[in-house]
């Protein structure tokens, strides 16, 4: 059974860009669920994905925004990017009616 | 406010010795909680989860952790601990926030060092 799937691994964007991430999720796991890791903030919640509506959202500026499509896979956008966005970016899936979680293994984005 | 803390950031511990990561919480009703470990330039992967039931969980790798909700801690432990257990262990309370929707508020991570 194929875990959850991050794309790109690594990214470096320059300020003032924008970046798209992606997350595929297990095969049957409907909730897509987005943290960010930083070594300043530690581990924090962004967004919830489930069934193509956000279904809970973090404390995160409006630049942090996404989606997730009919097959469940989910992107999320980061726009006019800042030097402090930089991390690592964590996907989770799960069968969305209760807590339980697999995560990918992350996109660490750069911004120089 | 909801929290979780794990109070220490580095535990050293020789292989072959018992290990515990320490982790307290503090939330409102029933919380579901978890341990998750990381390697480095790695994504989190889970350990154990506590939902209700026994107080003590077991977990993979050897690894268990045992609730206790009057000192509100779920503190990680492992017999005998091996060098390939040196990583970051997060501990994680999961909130309810509506229609069947969850979140997880993590502590700040603990680094385990086992040495030789």
């Known amino acids: 059974k194929a875990g959850v799937t991050q794309t790109p691994r690594y990214l470096i964007k320059t300020r003032g860009q924008q970046v798209t991430l992606s997350c595929s999720p297990i095969s049957g796991h409907r909730s897509v669920s987005w943290y960010q890791q930083t070594p300043g903030q530690g581990l924090q919640f962004l967004f919830e994905?489930?069934?193509?509506?956000?279904?809970n959202k973090g404390n995160f500026p409006g630049r942090f925004s996404g989606r997730q499509f009919s097959n469940s896979r989910s992107e999320m956008n980061v726009s006019t990017l800042e030097l402090g966005d930089s991390a690592l970016y964590l996907c989770?899936?799960?069968?969305?009616?209760?807590?339980?979680?697999?995560f990918g293994s992350g996109t660490r984005l750069t911004v120089v | 406010a909801q929290s979780v803390a794990q109070p220490e950031d580095q535990v050293n511990v020789a292989e072959g010795n018992p290990l515990t990561v320490k982790c307290t919480y503090s939330v409102s009703g029933n919380p579901y909680l978890f341990w998750y470990v990381q390697y480095p330039n790695r994504g989190l992967q889970f350990l154990l989860k506590y939902i209700t039931g026994d107080n003590l969980v077991k977990g993979s790798y050897g690894f268990e952790a045992e609730f206790n909700k009057s000192q509100t801690s779920f503190h990680l432990k492992k017999p005998s601990a091996l060098v390939s257990d040196s990583a970051v262990y997060f501990c994680?309370?999961?909130?309810?926030?509506?229609?069947?929707?969850?979140?997880?508020?993590f502590g700040s991570g603990t680094r385990l060092l086992v040495r030789p």
């Open positions: 994680a309370v999961s909130l309810f926030w509506m229609d069947s929707s969850y979140k997880l508020i």
């Open positions: 994905y489930f069934s193509e509506t956000q279904r």
């Open positions: 989770a899936s799960s069968l969305g009616q209760g807590p339980g979680y697999t």
